[in-house]
């Protein structure tokens, strides 16, 4: 099931990661709104429902994968949670603390503990920064070193992420895509942290380069004991990484479950026809694929009842008219869909 050049585990490492009972994140009813406004006296029309009620839980040393197509509201999501853009309502809970009413200059301490991976790594790095300044910047701003120590400091973790120290001279623009990555990641755990969130952190690399930044956020993660929550569109990476799934689709989530009753056992009509999509590397093996008609409506006007319903090939009157409220299926098993 794997995509070409993400590694197939052996037994021995198919088993997830060790989890901490202890919850690191725990997110109730997030919501993000962007105002729509028109004319010259910018007279407010609606909004986008961008994310609209999501909830969930994220333990020490667990990896959790959100999939969805684009526009599902993935990105956004991860944003508000470490309030790179600040969330309309709901509440962030990281280690039993309410994050998301600190006041902005308490919460920058804390920021520390959370980093993110964007998609785009030469979008991401300042141009005008050389790398050893781009890897050392937050070890200045939280006075965690500087001078030679920094620079001994930095050197270290580019070698951790498997770069030669003189890259420390260089600017983002002289290094390949994949190397560019390499410096992300190694600004991301320049401070240790607890949490970090990869938007599409492969995306954007060629299939040859991704399976070695797959393996180094995974060995990663064993060295500093760190949580994962990983967004992407490949579910073959998404279920070689990630303990847990979860699924969103226009803002809100469908289904979310372990990773074998995910793969094995997708309750949700949408997360269905994700898994159907994705490509077998064996031709004896046959898979009917379920294709979605139209696109993913509007987060603008999104539809009543189930938003999925109107490319869902199941739906009853019921889903029309009544939104479903997501249940417990199982134990850590959850889907919202009236017919399951």
């Known amino acids: ?175 390949s895509g994949g190397q560019r990555q390499r410096v992300a990641i190694g600004r991301a755990i320049a401070l240790h942290p607890k949490l970090v969130v990869g938007d599409e952190p492969l995306s954007a690399l060629d299939v040859s380069i991704q399976a070695q930044i797959v393996n180094l956020l995974e060995d990663l993660q064993k060295e500093l004991n760190l949580s994962y929550l990983i967004i992407s569109h490949d579910l073959s990476v998404i279920e070689h990484m990630c303990s847990q799934v979860m699924v969103m689709y226009l803002g809100k989530i469908v289904e979310e479950g372990s990773r074998d009753q995910f793969y094995g056992l997708p309750l949700h009509p949408y997360s269905q026809s994700l898994l159907s999509s994705v490509p077998i590397p064996d031709p004896d093996i046959k898979r009917r694929k379920i294709i979605l008609q139209g696109d993913i409506p509007s987060p603008i006007h999104p539809p009543p009842g189930c938003r999925f319903h109107p490319r869902c090939r199941e739906k009853t009157g019921l889903c029309e008219d009544q939104e479903p409220i997501i249940e417990s299926k199982g134990e850590s098993h959850r889907v919202a869909c009236h017919l399951r």
């Open 1 to 175: 099931m794997f995509g070409v050049g993400i590694p197939e585990k052996s037994v021995e490492e198919d088993a997830p990661t060790p989890v901490n009972d202890e919850i690191l994140l725990k997110v109730e009813n997030l919501k993000k709104y962007f105002p729509l406004q028109k004319g010259l006296l910018s007279a407010r029309k609606g909004y986008v429902y961008a994310v609209d009620g999501v909830s969930f839980e994220l333990r020490k040393g667990e990896t959790l994968g959100i999939v969805g197509e684009s526009g599902s509201g993935k990105s956004t999501l991860a944003k508000a949670l470490l309030r790179l853009i600040e969330p309309t309502e709901g509440t962030v809970f990281f280690e039993g603390k309410d994050i998301s009413r600190l006041p902005y200059e308490e919460f920058r301490s804390l920021k520390r503990d959370m980093q993110m991976i964007f998609q785009d790594p030469y979008g991401s790095l300042d141009p005008r920064m050389k790398v050893g300044g781009i890897v050392g910047e937050g070890l200045i701003i939280h006075g965690l070193a500087k001078g030679k120590e920094q620079e001994e400091r930095v050197a270290a973790l580019l070698e951790r992420v498997g770069l030669l120290p003189d890259v420390m001279k260089r600017f983002p623009h002289e290094l």
